[in-house]
């Protein structure tokens, strides 16, 4: 098991250097110079240097007055010590408004995530138990119905609904008009009350895929040789499900979900720009379409930490459960 972390450490450790090394070639790359933007947009400041001498020095800071090779190196080494530069919008360090919008994405993607965990897995249980009925082909609609619809649709859907027509939550925001004079808890019901909609539209979107993963290996365990051996000793059916179906259910599930545990992090970019909710996902798509070049190079670099975080999470659990994986 040792040897088996250490490989795949190492290898996510090679991965992630190669994906930093494409990610600063692409803005090398990019046909305008946002550094020229910005310095210019500095320079006609009252007071400011001239053009060439702010423009000299954010060169020298994100080191782009020398080749690709050691600018990359020269990157490379600052990020390693967590300094990645400031936002040229936002106009703090990008870690320090990292830490200030991460907790919003990480708590509506958490709550998300619990919601589909707790609706997909029964329903899917209940209709592998139910094959062919009713119960089975309105879970079936229902689940395809998410795995189908978009999330600008549904979440424009569910604006117009219980925001325009019905006027009972604010369509868009983090916080009420009047969130100031509110109490501590008033505070706290305002921005659940704002939370409502996006934690609807993730959910809603994403629950399909799981809830026919479940129904799928329910299936396949009602199957199961050990599962006919335990109904023919006359074991009552409910022990069956809940004591020899359901935990091997469950192991492939853990799997997945162990895996998507990395994405809590990354935001939800269409969602959150949706109904403006000021998470990594909302700041991040501001920083990219206004050229912010720190911001955006250390969020591309931040999901592919996630994504290697996920992937390696991923391989350990499928480790544990099947011991072949660590032979071969």
Same mark, same amino acid.
């Given at each position: 098991m040792r040897k088996f972390l250490i490989k795949r450490l190492l290898l996510c450790v090679l991965i992630l250097f190669l994906v930093s090394i494409i990610i600063y070639a692409i803005m090398r790359s990019l046909p305008t110079s946002?550094?020229?933007?910005?310095?210019?947009?500095?320079? !006609?400041?009252?007071? !400011?240097?001239?053009?060439?001498?702010?423009?000299?020095?954010?060169? !020298?800071?994100?080191?782009?007055?020398?080749?690709?090779?050691?600018?990359?190196?020269?990157?490379?080494?600052?990020?390693?010590?967590?300094?990645f530069g400031d936002s040229w919008v936002y106009n703090v360090p990008v870690v320090q408004k990292f830490k200030e919008v991460i907790w919003d994405s990480f708590w509506l993607s958490f709550v998300s995530l619990l919601l589909e965990l707790v609706i997909a897995i029964p329903l899917g249980i209940l209709a592998a138990r139910r094959q062919y009925s009713r119960t089975d082909y309105a879970v079936t609609v229902f689940a395809l119905i998410g795995i189908s619809l978009p999330s600008f649709f549904f979440a424009t859907l569910l604006k117009l609904i219980f925001a325009i027509k019905l006027n009972w939550v604010d369509p868009v925001g983090k916080v009420g008009r009047f969130y100031d004079q509110l109490s501590d808890i008033g505070k706290f019901w305002d921005v659940v009350q704002h939370f409502i909609l996006p934690v609807a539209t993730l959910t809603i979107v994403s629950i399909g895929f799981l809830m026919r993963y479940t129904r799928t290996n329910m299936l396949e365990v009602l199957n199961s040789d050990y599962i006919r051996t335990a109904r023919a000793k006359g074991l009552p059916e409910k022990t069956v499900i809940n004591k020899h179906a359901f935990r091997n259910t469950l192991i492939p599930i853990i799997t997945i979900v162990g895996g998507t545990l990395p994405g809590l992090f990354s935001g939800a970019l269409i969602t959150e720009q949706l109904f403006a909710i000021p998470g990594i996902g909302y700041t991040a798509y501001n920083a990219m379409v206004q050229g912010d070049i720190p911001f955006s190079m250390f969020y591309l670099l931040f999901l592919a930490v996630l994504?290697?975080?996920?992937?390696?999470?991923?391989?350990?659990?499928? !480790?544990?459960?099947?011991?072949?994986?660590?032979?071969?």
């Open positions: 946002y550094v020229e933007r910005v310095a210019r947009e500095r320079s !006609a400041l009252p007071g !400011a240097k001239s053009f060439t001498e702010i423009l000299s020095q954010l060169q !020298a800071v994100y080191h782009l007055d020398s080749d690709v090779i050691p600018g990359y190196f020269g990157w490379l080494g600052e990020i390693i010590k967590g300094d994504t290697l975080v996920g992937t390696l999470m991923a391989d350990i659990l499928y !480790a544990v459960v099947d011991p072949r994986v660590r032979v071969n």
